[in-house]
């Protein structure tokens, strides 16, 4: 063998010494890694990785049946600092060199100094920063989590990224905002400041507004606890909350809640509330309370008039219940619109008890539409007494009273139809529940009621949410199926009579909307004061809807204790303004033929 031919050899087996070398030394590293510093490396790895922290999942829109937003979230942040990270040592931070301008110089900054610059961006002082710090590390000398501010603005946010604390990190936190102020405030309610649900819509529905949040973590470099890019580690996804598509038009709410205000104003009254309820399905487009609450800032308003009182504040509603009397006598096939009576102005039957009308008056020669449009209390009792009180309270079953309804708003009342009719009921309460006194309804229930009424007797469920969309795309919506309550026939009976209810009644000048049939009737109520007697005061109200002769919509008002017209005149306005913004704002075809001509007399 020649000389070059050895050369090659020699090569190959110097390479493969070489690379046998390379590997052991890889073994031996892996060995040193896996088995001799294992321990020592974890725990290195371990110091290096944040805590988990939370990542909130945002809560979902509230929107109104045009989609219009009523409720938010909008971005705030949360500050938080490493405790023992911040104990480690001063903060290096490149300043200007004062000895050259255009240079800089490495400088330590101490603890006491970088918590007072903290301090003055999130609003502490110096001194309360590292107290932050000093609770944290006495309850775990390892902590490395505290927070040092929450739910801080962008302009906040930007001015603590802006101090390059590299042991402070902001975390996103979304916070609930209400662009529309005061606008269905009574409705949406509002959440506390840790975002938690305490009132209205908010909390009545969170399960579809709730998001869910998540936990992630994150490696930062030992030397400057800077995070270190693409290291996140997701231990729980985080979870946006669903959105809650209301039955409320929010530019009627508007309008219906100023022309309420406005009116409460007028007559110095203590609180007034409006419905506008669609006749066909039970859907509410306007709930107006006043006073409202901003949700922006609930504290600025007392913590009586937060709420709404359309679902939770139940009143004896008086007269305007005459016409589910009304609806029940004639569904039981007991009168009809001419049906006679004489109406006294004192009455006492013969069970013993006694009551009269408003003013006093001699004998009254009505027909059953003359007593709706007189307002006579002993001439409807003597229609309701062809009744049992077994089928008149059945009748108040079937039309939603003495029951929450059907949109279980937060703290909404049931009303009390004062017992069972045969156990409970006096002999005064036997006739007092015909012409709507003891008993309590709530507003929503009066607006349900004349909804079943103009609806041909079908009660629809009453709606305030159209339904929740999920983030994975899921869909709710509102239940859609009515009730027969009465026949048809007796719910057009009742129409036609609040018809001359609406023409020749006392407030029939005040009340008047051109171009369209209206069916109304006018309550004027005393206020039970809670100890078996009655305030001083009246709860005045006005009920009806419109276009008779096809129902589209249900106006309800209540005024509590106008103290400057303490009568039914003092709702009549309302009811006339927002029951004529409703129909304009919806585009009503005006009626046809005239209402027709029923004799309130014989």
């Not at 079908?458 to 949410?465: A, F, I, N, S």
């Not at 009340?511 to 005393?526: E, F, L, N």
């Not at 927002?578 to 304009?584: A, E, G, H, R, W």
Request: aromatic share 6%; proline share 7%.
């Amino acid at each position: 063998m020649n000389r070059t031919s050895r050369h090659p050899m020699r090569r190959i087996l110097l390479s493969a010494a070489v690379l046998v070398a390379l590997v052991g030394v890889f073994v031996v590293r892996l060995v040193d890694i896996q088995v001799v510093r294992a321990a020592e490396l974890n725990e290195q790895a371990q110091e290096a990785r944040s805590e988990p922290v939370t990542v909130y999942g945002a809560r979902g829109d509230i929107v109104d049946a045009n989609g219009k937003v009523l409720a938010d979230s909008v971005m705030r942040y949360d500050i938080a600092l490493s405790p023992k990270q911040a104990v480690k040592g001063p903060v290096a931070r490149d300043e200007p060199d004062p000895a050259d301008s255009e240079k800089t110089k490495r400088v330590a900054v101490p603890l006491e100094q970088v918590a007072a610059e903290l301090g003055a961006v999130v609003g502490l002082t110096g001194d309360q920063v590292q107290g932050i710090i000093s609770a944290a590390l006495a309850e775990n000398p390892d902590s490395d989590f505290a927070y040092v501010a929450k739910l801080v603005d962008t302009e906040t946010y930007e001015k603590v990224k802006a101090l390059d604390i590299p042991w402070v990190e902001p975390y996103e936190h979304p916070s609930r905002q209400y662009p529309n102020g005061a606008v269905a405030g009574n409705l949406l309610g509002w959440v506390d400041p840790d975002g938690n649900p305490a009132a209205g819509l908010e909390l009545g529905e969170d399960a579809c507004l709730a998001g869910e949040n998540g936990k992630v973590s994150y490696l930062h470099s030992l030397q400057d606890w800077v995070k270190i890019p693409g290291t996140e580690i997701v231990h729980k996804p985080a979870r946006d909350g669903g959105t809650l598509k209301l039955s409320i038009d929010t530019d009627l709410q508007w309008a219906v809640q100023r022309i309420a205000l406005d009116r409460k104003q007028e007559t110095g009254a203590d609180w007034a509330t409006v419905t506008v309820m669609e006749a066909k399905t039970g859907r509410l487009l306007a709930v107006a309370d006043v006073p409202t609450v901003d949700p922006n800032d609930p504290a600025a308003t007392d913590e009586d008039d937060r709420g709404s009182r359309s679902f939770t504040a139940p009143f004896e509603p008086g007269s305007t219940f005459k016409a589910l009397t009304t609806a029940s006598v004639l569904n039981a096939g007991k009168a009809d619109p001419l049906s006679q009576v004489v109406a006294p102005y004192w009455y006492s039957p013969p069970n013993g008890a006694k009551f009269r009308d408003s003013s006093p008056h001699d004998d009254l020669n009505l027909t059953l539409t003359g007593v709706l449009i007189e307002s006579s209390n002993t001439g409807i009792a003597q229609f309701g007494e062809r009744m049992t009180d077994r089928e008149r309270y059945d009748d108040m079953l079937k039309f939603g009273l003495g029951a929450k309804t059907e949109v279980g708003f937060p703290a909404e009342e049931p009303g009390d139809l004062h017992g069972d009719p045969d156990e409970d009921w006096d002999n005064q309460t036997k006739y007092a529940t015909m012409f709507g006194q003891g008993l309590t309804t709530t507003a929503v229930q009066i607006a349900s009621t004349y909804q079943t009424i103009a609806n041909g007797g079908v009660r629809m469920p009453v709606t305030l949410v159209d339904g929740c969309a999920s983030e994975d795309g899921t869909a709710t919506t509102a239940p859609s199926t009515g009730t027969q309550v009465v026949s048809p026939e007796a719910a057009a009976q009742t129409s036609q009579m609040l018809e001359r209810v609406y023409q020749d009644a006392w407030l029939s000048d005040q009340w008047k909307i051109p171009g369209y049939r209206v069916a109304a009737k006018t309550g004027t109520a005393q206020v039970p004061d809670g100890e078996g007697g009655y305030l001083t005061g009246y709860l005045v109200s006005v009920s009806g809807f419109a276009p008779a002769d096809d129902p589209q919509f249900v106006v309800s008002v209540s005024i509590m204790n106008p103290v400057k017209m303490n009568s039914s005149a003092a709702s009549a306005p309302v009811f006339q303004e927002v029951m004529s913004q409703v129909l304009k704002k919806y585009r009503t075809v005006p009626s046809g033929a005239p209402a027709p001509e029923l004799p309130a007399t014989w």
